[in-house]
């Protein structure tokens, strides 16, 4: 028999189910054992990881001699491709700050295990180095994207995830010596994220007008062009996939490369954390209105959009022959991304948008058996080596249609604008017509 396998990112969706549900319990339990995994020895061929770092996944071995259970947690070692996550650690802050949110007991945030285990997670991420940008640098699948599909450098999901991660962060820890280094670390960095992100990553029709017409080669602090992004290198998709109405956050910005695909989970998060500002918000839901089709379809929803093919595919993913187009994470359709969606809509006062997904779902998912994911331009065929019967799938499904009945459990997923943080931004052109 199989030994059981939790995912930290997995578990979310059905975290929140329990805590809407009035099952706290579960998910206390589920803090606890995953924080007393992150302060196991991390080594991968000899070479020690950071302390901070909290597991993938963990099994559960159970003895029937002794009817005792035992944790195996995976840093990395044994997950395809060796990668370490970024993305638990964060997740799990989320979920703590939704249980505190959720119960209004704060006597587990403040345990001083929480704490540590919290400021161990901080201090990987907030160490100086010799980056010049104030997002994460990350390698490939580090996050619910695990396999090679070019998301390393700075992935929209793990930075919009890093941002929540930090404003939680910043309502959770305690005002102790200890506490306030990191609090004064933390608003600095919030800052500087905030302003490049809404910047740099933001896209719509003017800022895409703007990038066809860059200069390259520029220099100094007067540089307009501050990545040396050739406007060559601009895919002929992104012309007609760019509404006159909205906008969104594009997958990577590095030196020379701009990713221009869209990506659901870091999008969503953007929203609920407010990374996005209001208008980029609604941009934002108007994007996702206008290209009903191509991220919705008949399966909601695009973890991804376009897929990869042909040579590119090749060279990006090594030719994974799970990652094909419009397969599992190259642009297949994910269920569990349900959850996400509502949170947004109710978030931007868009429930429409949220029933019309859901009813598309419902029509399909129970007759499928609860698939992990769907494959096809529009989502019709269970994924090739899709799981049937996943935890998330219907997880995700159970939160969304509560979130939609009860609004008021949006508050412990979503946190809402810092009117501290004022960002210098230029007008975009959905905004003003």
């Known amino acids: ?63 029937p001699v002794r009817n005792n259970e035992t944790l195996i947690a995976d840093f990395g070692e044994s997950a ?15 979920l703590l700050r939704a249980y505190t949110k959720s119960t209004g007991d704060t006597s587990l945030a403040e345990l001083p295990e929480c704490q540590k285990g919290m400021r161990l997670i901080l201090s990987l991420c907030l160490s100086e180095g010799f980056d010049t940008f104030p997002t994460l ?25 890093f941002f929540m991660a930090l404003r939680c962060a910043l309502l959770l820890l305690k005002q ?16 500087a994220l905030s302003y490049h992100m809404r910047s740099y990553f933001w896209l719509d029709l003017k800022q895409l007008n703007d990038i066809y017409r860059f200069k390259t080669e520029e220099y100094s602090h007067t540089a307009v062009n501050k990545f040396n992004v050739m406007p060559d290198s601009l895919p002929e998709w992104v012309f007609d996939f760019m509404p006159v109405y909205g906008g969104y956050f594009i ?38 209105e206008s290209r009903w089709e191509e991220l919705v379809g008949e399966m909601p929803l695009k973890v991804c959009y376009p897929a990869m093919e042909t040579h590119e595919w090749r060279i990006i993913t090594g030719c994974d022959p799970k990652n094909t187009r419009w397969s599992y994470h190259n642009g297949g359709s994910w269920p569990v991304l349900l959850w996400l969606l509502t949170a947004a809509c109710v978030k931007t006062g868009r429930p429409q948008i949220a029933r019309r997904a859901i009813e598309i779902a419902e029509a399909r998912l129970l007759k499928d058996h609860w698939p992990e994911y769907y494959d096809g331009k529009l989502g019709r065929y269970i994924g090739k080596q899709s799981r049937k ?39 975009s052109y959905s905004w003003t017509l």
């Open 176 to 191: 102790d010596d200890e506490g306030k280094e990191f609090i004064e670390r933390i608003v600095k960095r919030l800052h």
């Open 389 to 427: 019967a996943q935890t998330w799938s219907i997880a995700g499904y159970l939160v969304a249609k509560m979130m939609l009945e009860d609004p008021s459990h949006l508050g412990m997923i979503a946190i809402e604008e810092d009117k501290q943080m004022k960002p210098i931004l230029r007008r």
């Open 1 to 63: 028999m199989l030994s059981p396998k939790v995912f930290v990112r997995d578990f979310v969706p059905s975290a929140l189910a329990f805590l809407m549900n009035g099952e706290p319990e579960i998910v206390k339990n589920f803090i606890l054992k995953t924080l007393r995994l992150q302060s196991w020895e991390k080594k991968i061929d000899r070479f020690q990881l950071g302390e901070g770092v909290m597991p993938a996944s963990f099994k559960v071995l159970h003895d």
């Open 80 to 94: 395809i491709g060796r990668v370490a996550p970024v993305d638990s650690g964060f997740w799990w802050i989320i």
């Open 137 to 161: 640098l990350c390698a490939d699948g580090c996050c619910m994207i695990d396999r090679r599909m070019g998301v390393y450098g700075y992935p929209i999901e793990i930075q919009a995830l």
């Open 251 to 288: 997958g990577n910005v590095s030196p020379a490369r701009m990713d221009f695909r869209w990506f659901c989970l870091g999008n969503c998060i953007a929203i609920l954390s407010s990374l996005a500002t209001p208008e980029q918000s609604t941009a934002i839901m108007d994007l996702i």
